[in-house]
């Protein structure tokens, strides 16, 4: 398979970072940066460039919170080409382990941190069920779930 070209990826999904000007302004609004080696500035000229992003551990690191894109002079969808480049990765096999573990819960359970004892007690100290209306409260929707993820290949990615 052939190295995919994640520049075009992105212009023809319409998200043009060649129009990045480095002002910074996303990297200092980036919560997660504050506290991880997060340099969303780094991640857009490194896409810009065709350098090899997709290996880049630090793709993992954004929490999609939104504030670069919103914030971006120049209107740059830097959440939306993140997530973008994500896709490609893992279609490409390319997945931090945790991301993949996480997503093995999923695969599992129906959610990425199944709850336990403890949780359920909590949740009831809060005056809520002992659990969400989620596939834990409907354990028949779990089935659907899990047939939706298979429907989508998402198995098959998640796998090593």
């Known amino acids: 398979m052939s190295k995919p070209d994640v520049l075009k990826i992105l212009q023809d999904a319409g998200l043009d970072v060649l129009t990045c000007i480095q002002c910074g302004t996303c990297s200092g609004s980036c919560p997660s940066g504050r506290y991880t080696s997060l340099n969303t500035r780094r991640i857009v000229r490194k896409a810009h460039k065709g350098g090899d992003i997709l290996h880049d551990d630090k793709l993992w690191m954004c929490a999609t919170c939104y504030n670069c894109q919103e914030r971006c002079p120049r209107g740059i ?32 359970y129906g ?19 002992s659990f969400p209306e989620t596939v834990h409260k409907y354990p028949d929707a779990l089935e659907d779930v899990k047939t939706l993820l298979r429907s989508c290949e998402f198995d098959k990615l998640v796998q090593e």
């Open 77 to 108: 969808k830097i959440v939306d080409a993140i997530l973008v480049i994500r896709t490609i990765a893992v279609h490409e096999g390319i997945m931090l382990p945790e991301h993949r573990d996480v997503s093995r819960l999923v695969l599992e």
């Open 111 to 129: 959610h990425a941190v199944p709850i336990n004892n403890a949780t359920m007690e909590m949740r009831e100290g809060l005056g809520l069920g």
